[in-house]
Structure formats: structure tokens, C-alpha cells
């Protein structure tokens, strides 16, 4: 693979990053080339059985951008009759042209139907309908600068099918889309095997908490608890300030069970906004999110850890908490009020309908399974590990998506 040098000398059609067996140059084209371009239609709302013909697949906009492919398997989407619909051929490249979702993509591995969300290209004999889904994620942020600026981002049919494009040979269309199918491929299964850690560390976790042979301890009985603020992100920023500020959302999005503070970013607080009074946290302290819509969700916790001269406080809809009575080991305390067996007595108590919440005395009336200091330093020790595993994984993840933009930038006009 070469980079093209004669662009530094003259404008032509041609990509970058290009294989050195390929020197045409490219042509435009428009989306509407590459296939049909058809809509999808509202899904019925009747029960299956009132369609003859069997059930089909109906993929709509949340089954797209998770995976290339859209399978049954792989995202469980709903069967309905088809006996109304219009069924995709395989390969059919789907885009969402409508809301907050525009711009996802997926390839259909089997037939089915879409909702009117999505517009579908099946693929004409000439064009390979790898080359054609990847042609168009490449240029899709350039797309949506022509979509007007509305409460709900709309790109019709007729205005989808007039974008520009390019198009290549057929034969480096296949190499262009072979290879970038490969990189695919491997994000998928780096996907599955940081899948597989997460299950399998939470499977430890909690086979390891859950032992009632352990001293049977109230958490109020050994944890302080302080107050916190309640700034919205609109008060925090991560250029510059004195003081950082845990907020809930960092907790449900992915902020690992022990936060190395010296590794995590966390967003400052505005000096316009910086409370009077706050506590700082410590080393081992904990912070509990004490609303979420989901049950799952409620209550998780993390644990601030290797802090050293920073100063961080716990914000909007969390839950504070610190170990006065130096029951628990830094570290024992994120993974065991993770383990399953404590997280069901809060999901017992917590509080809502569409949002679930729990409160500082919710926490306090709930006990915690608490082995010897030694035993904890094992636990903590090999969870640790687990975490490290994970932390590695998502590293690698973020490098072969990295390297999937590149070629993307590269490989097409």
C-alpha cells in the first residue's frame, strides 16, 4: 500500500492510501448509483398471526451501528408478517437518514425488512456492497453538514441518493472492502473478548463477596457519609481549575470499579461555580449513583483510589461515603458494593417508577460480608488484575478503531 503521489502535482480522483497495483482514477458518482434505494415502511402493529406467509426480520435504527452485520443472532431484532413489507435481498447496505441515530450503518446478512428510518441500497451487480458501506461511512460526517439544523435531522430519499460519491474498478473496490472488512472483523472480536473479561471478572466478583461465613457488618455501622454537590455539567470543564468533581454520569459511563485518579479524567469544577464548603475525598472513599432509569444501574459505585495531591469531590447524584472504622482494605469496598448480593437489597428499596433512586439511609440498611484484612488483599489483588485485563483490552480496542479511521480517511476520495 502506497501513498498517491502524484496528487502533490495535479487534482485528481484518487485516494491518498492506495494500493500500488491501482493508478486509474476514481470517478463520481452519485449514492443512487450504487443500487435501488428503498425506504422503509412503519412496522404493523397487529399480532403476527394476522399476516399470511410466515414472519420476517424488522431491523430499525437501534440494531444498527452494534455490529456490521444485521442478524438475528447478533441483534435480536423483532419477526413480524411480511405479508405488507418489502424484503431486502442479503448485503443490502441500511443507513439511518432520520433523528438522533443518522449516519448509523449496517449490511442485512439475511433477508428482512426495515422501518421508515432507514434507507436501504441494494446493491447493483457492479459495485461490491463492502466497498459501498464503507464508501459511505467515509464520507457520511461530510453528508451530514447537508442535513439543516432541526429539532429531528432529517435526510429524505431523494436528497440521499443525490449525495456525491466515488467509485473505483471493481477489483480495488474488493480489495478496498476486504480489507477494511478484516479490521471489522477484528474490532468485533476484541468487542467479544472484553465481553468476556467484564462477565467473567463479575462472575468472580460476585462468587467471591457472597460468603456468609464472613463477618456480617451494617454498612452504617462502619461507613461515614457526606454531602455532595448537585452542579450539572454545565458547571464543570475539562480545560482548567483547582478542584475536580465526580459526577454521576462519569459512573454509569464507564468510569472502571477502582478509579486510579491519576490515570481517570475527571472534568474540573468552574471557579464560578466552586461550592463554599465540600469534602474532600480520600483514598478508599466511595461513590454510590443513587438514581438511574434502569434497576441494574442504580446504585452502582466506584471506588477513588492513588488520589495523592488532588482535590476531589462527589457531585450531582451520588453518594459519598468513607470507612472510618478501617473495616476494609482501599479497594474492597468498590468490588464488594458491586457484588450482586448487596446490589439486590438496594434494588429492593430503591425508589420510582421511570427513574429509580436510593438515599444515604438506603445504604446504611444494608449489610456487607467482611473477611479478614489478608483475605481482602488477595481478593482486591486478583480483581485488580481482572481490571488491568479489561483496561488492556479496551486500549486495544481503541487502537484498532483508530486505525480503522485512518484507512477510512485513506482509502477513499
Known amino acids: 500500500m502506497t501513498m498517491a503521489a502524484d496528487k502533490q502535482d495535479k487534482v485528481l480522483n484518487v485516494p491518498t492510501l492506495r494500493f500500488p497495483e491501482f493508478t486509474d482514477e476514481w470517478k463520481i458518482c452519485k449514492v443512487g448509483d450504487y443500487g435501488k434505494i428503498i425506504t422503509g415502511s412503519t412496522p404493523p402493529t397487529s399480532d403476527n398471526t394476522n399476516y399470511a406467509g410466515g414472519t420476517q426480520l424488522w431491523a430499525s435504527p437501534v440494531d444498527l451501528g452494534q455490529t456490521k452485520f444485521v442478524t438475528d443472532t447478533q441483534t435480536k431484532l423483532s419477526s413480524i408478517g411480511f405479508s405488507k413489507t418489502r424484503k431486502l435481498p442479503v448485503g443490502s447496505v441500511l443507513v439511518t437518514c432520520i433523528g ?100 467473567l471478572m463479575q462472575g468472580l466478583n460476585n462468587e467471591l463477596m457472597d460468603n456468609p461465613k464472613w463477618k456480617k457488618v451494617y454498612v452504617g455501622d462502619f461507613m461515614e457519609f457526606f ?31 477502582l478509579v486510579d485518579c491519576q490515570k481517570e479524567s475527571l472534568p474540573y469544577i468552574q471557579d464560578s461555580s466552586l461550592p463554599k464548603q465540600y469534602t474532600d475525598s480520600k483514598d478508599g472513599d466511595v461513590a454510590f449513583a ?30 459519598h461515603g468513607r470507612d472510618n472504622a478501617n473495616a476494609t482494605i482501599v479497594g474492597f469496598k468498590g468490588f464488594a458494593f458491586n457484588a450482586k448480593y448487596f ?24 449489610y456487607l460480608y467482611i473477611p479478614t484484612i489478608a483475605e481482602q488483599q488477595k481478593i482486591v489483588g486478583l480483581l485488580r488484575c481482572m481490571q488491568e485485563k479489561i483496561k488492556v483490552a479496551e486500549h486495544g480496542l481503541q487502537l484498532y478503531e483508530a486505525q480503522k479511521q485512518f484507512l477510512l480517511r485513506g482509502l477513499f476520495v
Open 100 to 199: 438522533s441515530t443518522i449516519g448509523k450503518m449496517g449490511m442485512a446478512a439475511t433477508e428482512m425488512s426495515t422501518n421508515q428510518q432507514i434507507n436501504s441500497i441494494v446493491v447493483d451487480s457492479q459495485y461490491d456492497n463492502h466497498f459501498v458501506y464503507y464508501a459511505l461511512q467515509s464520507r457520511f460526517p461530510r453528508y451530514l453538514t447537508s442535513v439543516a439544523v432541526q429539532a429531528v435531522p432529517i435526510m429524505s430519499k431523494s436528497s440521499f441518493e443525490k449525495l456525491q460519491n466515488y467509485r473505483t474498478t471493481f477489483k480495488e473496490q474488493k480489495k478496498i472492502g476486504a480489507l477494511l472488512n478484516l479490521i471489522d472483523e477484528r474490532i468485533s472480536a476484541q468487542n467479544r473478548i472484553i465481553d468476556k473479561l467484564k462477565s
Open 227 to 257: 454531602p455532595t454537590n448537585s452542579l450539572s455539567w454545565e458547571q464543570l470543564s475539562y480545560d482548567s481549575g483547582q478542584v475536580r468533581n465526580l459526577h454521576y454520569g462519569l459512573i454509569h459511563s464507564g468510569l472502571p470499579t
Open 290 to 319: 443513587d438514581a438511574s432509569e434502569d434497576t441494574a444501574e442504580v446504585g452502582k459505585v466506584v471506588e477513588l483510589t492513588n488520589i495523592g495531591d488532588k482535590i476531589i469531590v462527589c457531585g450531582l447524584h451520588t453518594i
Open 343 to 366: 446490589h439486590d437489597q438496594l434494588r429492593r428499596i430503591a425508589q420510582g417508577s421511570k427513574v429509580y433512586s436510593i438515599n444515604t439511609n438506603n445504604v446504611r440498611s444494608c
